[in-house]
């Protein structure tokens, strides 16, 4: 029997009629409870992120920030509501359902640029109930909060006049950002074992907390005359408390974005530098080529050429040399890759022997410039490959380097039965700029030429 499997998108509309038929019946019954909407918001993420295979941490923030999202913008968005529809269940059933598809599709979005893709079900591994766990500590908080801020402590002022009092002091604010900002790029260097992390999030957390509501509290750095009293300090402490996490939980989210896409950029150059390599590895035992260079040799040595041979001989020894050395090489200088190249020129010099002209114009000052391993003599190749090269016909290859750009060209003069090619070796090297420095190189064609420009690096 097929088990049915439940789509993110249906899911979230799921979640959302739900959220509403709680609000409605709350309303209708006036009783409300905030509890069973943040166990649905909870419930929600916790399906969405594990789906993706999310880390504990990101969902964690990722948590924090969501219920403080839907309380605040379920709170205020019905009362928006209420001032155009009238209606007392009404009006908090839109701002909830609009608040829970919103929180919902940022997951989604979220969760699917920063996570794998582990099916339509959960998989309970051993992260997963980590994450399990402190979305129910994140629950279990969100419980003690709201409880707390309903206790007597706040009768008389409530808990709006501790945030106007925060949100009015410009120092603390700053303070707070750039405070969470530096800590949480120097916790992971200095605390490397997750229990000393936690510890040291603690006391950097309650401490920083208690010094930015002494400064709240006594109106710093000005000074508002305030006397020191435990329970309104308490009070402000709290809330203080509450808005440092949320955030920590923010700027420790976007870290962990900025930290996902540079190792899925790293991951993705990896994977495009094993695919350059592979292509270049082919290219190091080409059939065609070596069988072309055994000929050419066997002619010689018929031929009684024994200077031309041992010469020859050298030269595609160093040329295979190179290729090797350069393999694990992402950047190699345009001095040692046109040395490179004029000796494979020479071997072609010996296979073309007229017909085939290659002039370098590259000043000695870009020679100090880097370009990817072997770029600069898979074009030559690829001309020699896709034209014709006679002496009725000659092919004319220029090399020069010109600013920021060194530029291949050629004369077209495309033969009539082309070896079968994929492009793939042009397409690797494209790549490889893009990993490497984000430029792309740039490939023009004319009825007359063919034009490949790498950045110079």
Known sequence: ????????????????????????????????????????????????????????????????????????????????????????????????????????????????????????????????????????????????????????????????????????????????????????????????????????SAFFTFGFVFLL??????????????????????RLYTVVLLVDIVVYAVIQLVAYVVESEFELRSERGKKHRAQFHYERLKQQINPHFLFNS????????????????????????????????????????????????RKYIDLLQERFTAGFHVEIRIPQEAMRRHVVPCSLQLLIENATKHNVVSPEQPLRILIEAAGDRLTVSNNLQLRLHVPSSTGVGLSNIRQQYLDLAGRPIAVEQSDAAFRVQLPLL
């Open 1 to 200: 029997m097929k088990r049915l499997s439940i789509g993110t998108p249906l899911l979230i509309h799921l979640f959302a009629a739900a959220h509403a038929a709680v609000v409605a019946v709350s309303r209708v019954f006036d009783y409300v409870d905030d509890v069973p909407l943040t166990v649905l918001t909870l419930s929600m993420i916790l399906i969405i992120t594990v789906r993706r295979n999310l880390r504990a941490e990101f969902v964690a923030a990722l948590s924090l920030i969501c219920i403080f999202v839907a309380y605040f913008f379920g709170i205020y968005g019905a009362l928006a509501i209420r001032r155009v529809i009238d209606d007392g269940v009404l009006a908090p059933v839109i701002a909830t359902v609009a608040v829970t598809e919103g929180i919902g599709w940022l997951t989604f979005f979220f969760a699917r640029s920063r996570g794998s893709q582990t099916g339509s079900r959960m998989y309970w591994s051993s992260s997963t109930r980590q994450i399990v766990g402190i979305v129910a500590a994140i629950l279990l908080f969100r419980i003690f909060y709201t409880t707390f801020f309903n206790s007597p402590y706040f009768e008389q002022q409530g808990v709006h006049y501790e945030f106007d009092r925060l949100l009015g002091n410009t120092l603390a604010l700053l303070t707070m950002l750039c405070g969470n900002f530096i800590f949480v790029n120097i916790r992971a260097r200095m605390l490397r074992r997750r229990g000393l992390r936690l510890v040291g």
């Open 213 to 234: 509501t002494a400064a709240v509290y006594f109106g710093l750095p000005w000074g508002n005359g305030a006397v020191l009293a435990a329970r309104p300090f308490f």
């Open 294 to 341: 055994l000929n050419i040799l066997d002619y010689l040595v018929q031929e009684q050429e024994t200077q031309r041979a041992s010469a020859f001989i050298h030269k595609l020894a160093d040329t295979y040399r190179y290729m090797l050395k350069k393999e694990e090489e992402q950047l190699v200088p345009l001095a040692e890759e046109v040395e490179f190249a």
